[in-house]
């Protein structure tokens, strides 16, 4: 089972080197957060992106930073990709002051407003509301701006999904929804939770345009996320993106992996990885030599440790400052 990524589809070189470097980046600073939590250093819960950053990185790629995204408690792509720095994420996950919540978030409450970042919740759902609300502000406020919202599988059969899409529709309302289906709600599987799987069929039930994609094929997420945000930004109401991706680790780091799906089904789809997918394609493409996609990687991960030990090396929030930010000033 491989996914077929085609480097050449309609992009340009430096358009496939930045969604490789996209993609990497995310990656790089998820195994460094794996190894930071397993040597006891990030406190609380620690739920990894790893298998799923073409998603993130497709969509937001064509996203302003006056755009908005709302996330879930899978949330270190989005706020990678929406450019939250990555000493400022590893810096929250590790409880401090320079993190992005100034180290009192943690790994599922990042919040960067400054780059349209409008947090991650640990709360299943409620950001589908979130980020309908923050659309109808954009229309009323007669803005080009759209919101993007993120979440997976699990929050389709809550009711938040229900009523967001249905009032976004029924307002035309500028907003891009798209599952991350990874067919696992936890440890539920998708399938045993209902039995209508197809989130498009889903969205068309409510007049809401939609397409499903290959979450591990970061061009056909690109492209069909190029679609999506025209249409939204274009005030044609909203839209919705099924991505069918998978996470190779557990749900969050210290958890089981064993008993609620098999060994062989994680090996299939770490070999549909979405950033050695690229790299294949860019190398046998004959778009990009070996020499500049290790330099990419070289960069990166200079880049990653460079932010791990600034965050490692900052201090943690003064308790005296623990009621700061609750209320306005």
Not at 67 to 83: E, L
């Amino acid at each position: 089972m491989q996914t077929e990524t085609h480097a050449g589809a309609d992009l340009n070189l430096d358009t496939l080197l930045s969604l490789y470097r996209g993609m990497l980046s995310i990656r790089k600073i998820e195994e460094a957060l794996v190894r930071l939590y397993q040597l006891g250093h990030i406190p609380g819960a620690c739920h990894t992106y790893i298998g799923q950053e073409a998603i993130a990185t497709g969509v937001c790629a064509h996203l302003r930073q006056d755009d908005v995204v709302f996330s879930t408690h899978r949330g270190h792509g989005h706020a990678v990709a929406k450019g939250v720095p990555p000493e400022e994420v590893i810096g929250e996950l590790l409880g401090r002051m320079t993190g992005c919540s100034r180290g009192r978030g943690g790994s599922m409450h990042l919040f960067s407003p400054e780059v349209g970042l409008m947090g991650t919740t640990g709360i299943v759902g409620p950001n589908l509301l979130q980020s309908t609300g923050a659309a109808l502000s954009f229309q009323l406020l007669r803005l080009d701006r759209v919101s993007v919202c993120f979440f997976g599988d699990g929050a389709v059969n809550n009711g938040a999904f229900h009523e967001a899409i249905n009032m976004a529709a029924i307002w035309d309302l500028p907003v891009l929804f798209v599952c991350e289906n990874n067919m696992y709600a936890t440890e539920v599987p998708f399938a045993y939770a209902t039995r209508n799987t197809d989130v498009v069929a889903r969205a068309a039930s409510y007049g809401v345009a939609s397409q499903d994609v290959d979450g591990n094929d970061v061009v056909a997420v690109f492209n069909a996320s190029a679609q999506a945000v025209d249409h939204v930004r274009g005030g044609r109401g909203p839209y919705l993106v099924e991505c069918r991706t998978y996470r190779t680790r557990p749900h969050a780091e210290g958890m089981r992996d064993v008993g609620y799906r098999t060994q062989d089904e994680v090996s299939q789809w770490k070999q549909r990885d979405p950033i050695a997918a690229l790299r294949t394609a860019l190398y046998n493409d004959a778009m990009a030599t070996e020499e500049q996609l290790s330099a990419i990687e070289e960069r990166v991960t200079a880049t990653v440790d460079a932010a791990r030990e600034t965050a490692e090396s900052s201090p943690f929030p003064d308790p005296s400052t623990a009621t700061s930010h609750i209320f306005s000033e």
